[in-house]
T-cell receptor, first 111, second 114 residues
Framework: GQQVMQIPQYQHVQEGEDFTTYCNSS?????IQWYKQRPGGHPVFLIQLVKSGEVKKQKRLTFQFGEAKKNSSLHITATQTTDVGTYFC???????????FGRGTSLIVHP | DTEVTQTPKHLVMGMTNKKSLKCEQHMGHRAMYWYKQKAKKPPELMFV???????INESVPSRFSPECPNSSLLNLHLHALQPEDSALYLCASSHSGETTDTQYFGPGTRLTVL
């Protein structure tokens, strides 16, 4: 199966600080998706990256896919309390039918 | 309509009970999934149905039995569960089951096995 490491496992920030989570794979990926799960909620799709070196932005969120397509990151600028939740990467390689979720990074924002 | 619905929201059952979880979507998606999620862990894939046929079974014990009566409905039949099966059970759907599909998740059924 997919070997992927997502770090950090937890991140505490003060409101207004930036946050980054990283997803690193041992194999080349065909694409990677990012999901957010609020406490007590269900995963919600955020973005998909397909191309080498791709960068996509959604307001304060910036998603990057590495040149070698083995790693990805999600960066949030100036966190808000509404950003609280667990962010999962879900990478897929050519041999896997379904993306496998990374272990997630839980973001805690202190007001 | 981009909603996946699941019933019940909560379920408490004994180890000898038989119960079923239900999932429904009306987005015209042809792939549907069951995931199990324990606290502070990522969702773990259990089953995938593609065009109403079971395409993936991730070595799930036989006490979990999936069923896809039609392209909009997905059931998970439970029998003789163990306390360690207590978890959030998530249903998801996607367009056709390709790795580039977006998965739409339902709110989940929180299952407690006594």
């Amino acid at each position: 199966g997919q070997q992927v490491m997502q770090i950090p496992q937890y991140q505490h920030v003060q409101e207004g600080e930036d946050f980054t989570t990283y997803c690193n794979s041992s194999t080349t990926l065909s694409n990677i998706q990012w999901y957010k799960q609020r406490p007590g909620g269900h995963p919600v799709f955020l973005i998909q990256l397909v191309k080498s070196g791709e960068v996509k932005k959604q307001k304060r969120l910036t998603f990057q896919f590495g040149e070698a397509k083995k790693n990805s990151s999600l960066h949030i600028t100036a966190t808000q309390t509404t950003d609280v939740g667990t962010y999962f990467c879900a990478p897929a390689s050519g041999g896997s039918y379904i993306p496998t979720f990374g272990r997630g990074t839980s973001l805690i924002v202190h007001p | 309509d981009t909603e996946v619905t699941q019933t019940p929201k909560h379920l408490v059952m004994g180890m000898t009970n038989k119960k079923s979880l239900k999932c429904e979507q009306h987005m015209g998606h042809r792939a549907m999934y069951w995931y199990k999620q324990k606290a502070k862990k990522p969702p773990e894939l259990m089953f995938v149905y593609s065009y109403e046929k079971l395409s993936i079974n991730e070595s799930v014990p036989s006490r979990f039995s999936p069923e896809c009566p039609n392209s909009s409905l997905l059931n998970l039949h439970l029998h003789a569960l163990q306390p360690e099966d207590s978890a959030l059970y998530l249903c998801a759907s996607s367009h056709s089951g390709e790795t580039t599909d977006t998965q739409y998740f339902g709110p989940g059924t929180r299952l407690t096995v006594l």
